[in-house]
């Protein structure tokens, strides 16, 4: 596809259940990030991955979340014991950037919106 | 800490009105500026940056954005609005050589016809 795609796009859970969000990125990008917005915010950093590699983890919230890239495309955030707290938009990035020194744009996919019962 | 700041929650203007958002960035040196658009159901979209260089710049959809300094601002402007310009619009920042984009808590742009 053309853009970054985010499946599923809702998620309800009841509380306690664990849930898989998935990111498939631009292809060929080689940055992959996870934001998390809560209703009414504005987006707030959860981890990065520069191809397989998870070079920052410092935004997730709790050990609960976990996030993946094991062949560095498609990404998997993980969330156990899901609470009410985590409810939120859960939105994945790209970008071509192979580094800190360099710059890339970052393209948004559209979010799964994950709501905890 | 590194934060970014909209003071404007909510704001309402006229369809064929002039818009202008505000941004407010904390950081210890000055970072990479952008603006966002959310549109309901939809993702991030760019609408302009700022590196470094002239402090007036423009992006897309007729928007344009000026850097100060001084007042540690990156303000987002538009001569007329349209009402498909009603949507969520995001100030964020990046620290250079850095990774972690850090937004503000967003502006929601009503327009009236």
């Known amino acids: 596809g053309a853009g970054v795609s985010q499946s599923p796009r809702y998620k309800v859970a009841k509380r306690g259940q664990d849930v898989a969000l998935r990111c498939d990125p631009i292809?060929?990008?080689?940055?992959l990030f996870w934001y998390q917005q809560a209703l009414g915010q504005g987006p707030e950093f959860l981890t990065y991955?520069?191809?397989?590699?998870?070079?920052?983890k410092s935004g997730l919230p709790s050990d609960r979340f976990f996030a993946e890239r094991p062949e560095g495309s498609v990404s998997t955030l993980k969330i156990q014991r899901t609470q009410q707290e985590d409810s939120a938009v859960y939105l994945c990035?790209?970008?071509?950037?192979?580094?800190?020194?360099?710059?890339?744009?970052?393209?948004f996919g559209p979010g799964t919106r994950l709501t905890v019962l | 800490a590194q934060s970014v700041t909209q003071p404007d929650i909510h704001i309402t203007v006229s369809e064929g009105a002039s818009l202008e958002l505000r941004c407010n960035y904390s950081?210890?040196?000055?970072?990479?500026l952008f603006w966002y658009v959310q549109s309901p159901g939809q993702g991030l979209q760019l609408l302009l940056k700022?590196?470094?260089?002239?402090?007036l710049v423009q992006g897309i959809k007729g928007f344009e954005a000026e850097f100060k300094r001084s007042q540690s601002s990156f303000n987002l402007r538009k001569p007329s609005v349209h009402w498909s310009d009603a949507a969520e619009y995001f100030c964020?920042?990046?620290?250079?050589?850095?990774?972690?984009?850090?937004f503000g808590g967003g502006t929601r742009v009503l327009v009236k016809p």
């Open positions: 700022y590196f470094s260089g002239d402090t």
């Open positions: 990035a790209s970008s071509l950037a192979r580094g800190p020194s360099s710059y890339n744009e970052q393209f």
């Open positions: 292809s060929g990008h080689v940055s």
């Open positions: 964020a920042a990046l620290k250079a050589a850095g990774n972690k984009l850090t």
């Open positions: 991955f520069q191809n397989e590699a998870q070079l920052d």
């Open positions: 950081y210890g040196a000055t970072p990479y």
